[in-house]
């Protein structure tokens, strides 16, 4: 633990809400810095992630967690493990609702897995610049009745409104406590994971259909060279031969794209210049099989 003052909080914040309702995306707005990838596909978030905002009266650990649904797989299990998991190691609960829908079963599937949480709930009804201002008011009265929260607070992870009030108000619900992390630490992540999830993102961003939730991505090795290039070998696992054609792309163009987009973003991460290969193989069934999700970074312990 750091020094900190008399009378400095912490303590920790879990993202919580439906596949795609914008966690990830509150979550970067939230640290001022991309941590957490970002798609229009569902159950984009697999692991959970810690993520720190230090301020000089407290610090906030956020944990994003991977939507809370009805899984149709092992590895959807797991994923919904983690997310509930999380709630039983935290101050705060932000529950993420989208303010261009009604509440629906996915939100009140989810409102009963709180139900017995005694942790204090916040309603965060995110996307409100999609909507006009005299609506927040009755989306949230749509919503608060889903159970008993501690506050409601509508904000848009995309431009910002309300952040800065939300993490004023996270604050206020943390206990007196130790700096947990330093002061310029924003991810409890290795650079190595970091990079992998970089690289999903862009096949996430390219593909559609089945691709995007049958594939995994593992760094398999960097190396630093004498001209200060850093070397990366990935493999992008996926379920069956037609997805990994799919992935490959007429004379290797759609993975010579997902490596352009991913090599650029690693460069400004790492603030040096990056040769990535990268390699598709097939793992049959993955998602399904214990041994493979263990071995692909799937694990209760994280």
């Known amino acids: 633990m750091l020094n900190t003052p008399e009378g400095f909080r912490s303590g920790f914040a879990a ?62 299990e797991y994923m919904v493990d983690v997310a509930l ?85 996270i604050i206020k619900y943390l206990p007196e406590g130790p700096q947990y992390y330093p002061t310029d630490m924003i991810t409890d992540r290795p650079e190595r994971f970091i990079m992998a999830e970089i690289i999903r993102e862009k096949v996430l961003h390219l593909t559609s259909e089945e691709i995007p939730h049958s594939v995994a991505v593992v760094v398999e090795q960097i190396q630093e060279r004498n001209n200060g290039v850093v070397a990366l070998n990935a493999v992008i696992f996926t379920e069956r031969e037609s997805q990994k054609a799919i992935l490959i792309g007429k004379g290797g163009q759609m993975l010579k ?21 990268l390699w598709v193989k097939v793992k049959k069934d993955w998602r399904n099989k214990m041994a493979d999700l263990r071995n692909l970074g799937f694990s209760q312990e994280e």
């Open 85 to 169: 998991g999380a709630l039983r190691e935290v101050d705060v609960v932000l529950f993420l609702v989208e303010a261009t829908d009604d509440p629906g079963a996915g939100d009140k599937y989810i409102a009963e897995q709180l139900k017995e949480i005694k942790t204090p709930i916040f309603l965060m009804i995110n996307k409100i610049d999609l909507i006009k201002k005299e609506e927040v008011l009755e989306k949230i009265s749509r919503y608060k009745d889903l159970l008993p929260f501690a506050e409601l607070i509508p904000v848009s992870a995309i431009d910002g409104e309300n952040v800065d009030r939300l993490i004023q108000t």
């Open 15 to 76: 993202l919580v809400g439906r596949p795609n309702v914008g966690k990830s995306t509150l979550l970067n707005k939230l640290v001022g810095q991309k941590v957490a990838i970002m798609s229009d596909k569902p159950q984009t978030t697999r692991h959970k992630i810690h993520s720190v905002l230090t301020r000089n009266e407290a610090q906030i650990v956020f944990l994003d967690t991977p939507g809370i649904h009805k899984p149709k797989h092992k590895l959807g």
């Open 257 to 277: 794209e997902v490596g352009r987009r991913a090599r650029e973003e690693i460069e400004n991460l790492l603030g040096s210049k990056v040769y990535l290969e």
